[in-house]
């Protein structure tokens, strides 16, 4: 295959299909250039590792040639990857040899001010010592918990876990959480005592009827669910899509059901009204497994598909159909939850109404629907116990960032909702307003601050407020520009990290090990925490002198060793998939506080909160605008690779989604450039129109991750808009702490200039 074949994959197809190992040898890091006979005469080593352009950790096999990385493979032995990779996964050489990427330690110019972007070269000793110096003087002045710390990517379990624990501060954000799975992890760990985790647990392979509710598969291109989800269908599984907008797993689909943005809990409440009034659950499974049967019968006999009808803008008729089917095809029949599910604010009772349905259908812990995933064992490294317990990203109940020493504050958010880290948004008033106390520094972990949270000026004002903020990235992103200190991280391929257990139907361990040494002065994430853990006194807590060591020592309590793992990758435990197999041992996977499926929740009830799911109509924008919808690209991830040449080849800038009939009475056409304006008067842009009749009139759609304001990134800067600029506002789930951010509103405004890029072309030729 050549180089231009391989790029040319359109949005749609990349969403259809997964590439082979043997599409991935494009011929960098100049595949302009003119190939010669061989590409390489002399050795190849091969490194086992894993992939860091998104969360789902595919197993990468690094092809290395005179100490560079030339092309990366998934690997069979790993069930993430299943020796396929994604785009994404496949552009990851692109990444590390980027001629932007941040290459020392960075510190601001004294005198300038935040967001000015003027700096000067520093050592790693003085950059680390004017952080640690920074640091104590806010302990000192303020407490420890005055330190905040965002974290996200693997790395996070230094920045966002170990480091916080040792230094004592609860205020720990993870956008993954907050701003992506809150509501889904909260409503599965109050329903089932379990939570869903980075891999979805679906039974692909056995489910025979599935329902996808603005789920998007193909767009979102997590690796080995694609593949699954596209063997499913291939052997003959039903699919019915519920999205506002015809999306690539709406083209596969037998059914789409175009739902009126923000009523997808009234749908739900639909479908559990025709499964208990027309008795179509199942009984035995509900009676051995669940609680409350009796208190939802009562609450959901108001909610018919008529009723359901005038809200949604779908027929009755289809949505009793869809009940029904589903129950003629259960145990295996499936409505998966999503990832994204930080929508409209009532997001914890959308996602518990869902589990609902899927409980009722009797599929938890049984073949065709949920597996039950299960964690691999593996060991800490011994350490002195943390003053606070480290947060972990899950859900373990309202006061779950409570201190294990009453000497120190509880969390800014008084650790009020569902989840264990502190909601990454509701870090950013304390950070304004000093109460309930002051948040004066920040250290902030591979989040882009400026394209997840939003309320970009919000941040931006919190953000001057600050005695100091850390940034540690791999490129100048438009957060990264505001720091006082720039720590540059050596890419995935030039580190070590932190081992990877996976829940999953076979639990298993990952090992990221380094294919070539770091480039420029940059460092792995692991060397910048314990370094600065020592310069800040907390000796006990990184008592190894190296990640290897450290590595080993992990191994060695399953029996295994660092060098065995480098050598196989991956560590395969065995899991525990089905009820069937805890009930043969006598186990009970429900960890609820009543031990079964509670319908009703006594938990919620107790703390305030509608013990049932509720529906709450969504807010309404001013005259003349649309709702603002969004979305991934499936060969982007999230504002992280909009830099990488060899992906934006195939998908270079975002386009606004419109209405054709909306277009037309705007006077705009596919192709015209057009400004976003939200309900504030935010506005971003200049963005290209793409008038389609996929997607229903009253919204529009971006994909999310572009819009970049970052004039150190060459390849990112200035093209496309960004949906988080335009998100000046999100409604908070009381639950989960989750931000939901589909509550804005955008107008189209003509006349935007075209934007003048370079060219992609004379941008790869920069390549390192």
Known sequence: MDRRAFLKLSAASVGAVMLAPEAAAVKLPNPLARAPASWFDGEVSSVLT???????????RASVADGRVWKVDGYAANPKSRGRLCPRGQGAVAQTYDPDRLKRPLIRVEGTQRGDGKYREASWDEALGVIASGMLAIKERYGSESMAFFAHGSGDTWFGEYLPAAWATPNVGKPSVSLCTGPRETASQWTFGRGIGGHEPIDWENTDYIVLI???????????????????????????????RFSVAASKAGRWLPIKPGTDTALLLAWLHVLVTEELYDKAYVERYTVGFEQLAAHVQPFTPEWAADITDLDADAIRTVARELAAHAPRAVVPPGRHTVWYGNDTQRMRALYLVNALLGNYGVEGGFYLAQAPYLEPYPHPAFPLEPAAGGCSGASGGETLDTGFRARVDDGRFFAHTTAVQELIPAMISGEPYRIAGLIAYGVNLFHSIPDVARTQEALRKLDLYVAIDVLPMDHVMWADVILPEATYLERYDDLVAIAHKTPF???????????WDTKPGWWIARE???????????????????????????????????????LVQRGRPYLADWEARNLNPFGTPSGRIELYSQTFADAGFDPLPTYEPPNDGPPGSYRLLYGRSPVHTFAKTQNNWVLMEMHGQNA?????????????????Y????????????????YATERLRRDCVYLVHGFGHRAKGMRVADGRGASDTALMSRYRLDPISGGAGMRVNFV??????????????????ERSV
């Open 50 to 60: 894993f992939c860091e352009n998104c969360f789902w950790k595919c197993g990468v």
């Open 509 to 519: 361990i990952e090992l990221r090990q380094p294919a070539v040494d770091p480039m």
């Open 674 to 689: 057009v400004w976003l304006e939200n309900q504030d008067g935010v506005r971003d842009g200049p963005v290209a129109v």
């Open 747 to 764: 107008k189209l405004v003509p006349g935007a200039p075209r934007p003048r890029l370079p060219s992609l072309r004379k941008l790869a």
């Open 214 to 244: 603005g789920h998007h598969i193909g767009e979102d291109t997590h690796n080995t669910q694609l593949q699954d989800f596209s063997l499913a269908l291939k052997r003959g599984a039903e699919l019915v899509v519920v999205d506002p």
């Open 656 to 672: 606004v989604w419109i209405h054709t009939a909306e277009a037309e009475a705007l006077g705009v056409a596919s192709g015209d």
């Open 532 to 570: 600065l853990g020592l310069r800040l006194g907390l000796d006990a807590y990184f008592d190894w002198p190296d990640i290897e060591a450290y590595l080993d020592k992990r191994l060695r309590t399953i029996g295994s060793s660092l060098e065995q793992a480098k050598a196989k990758g991956t």
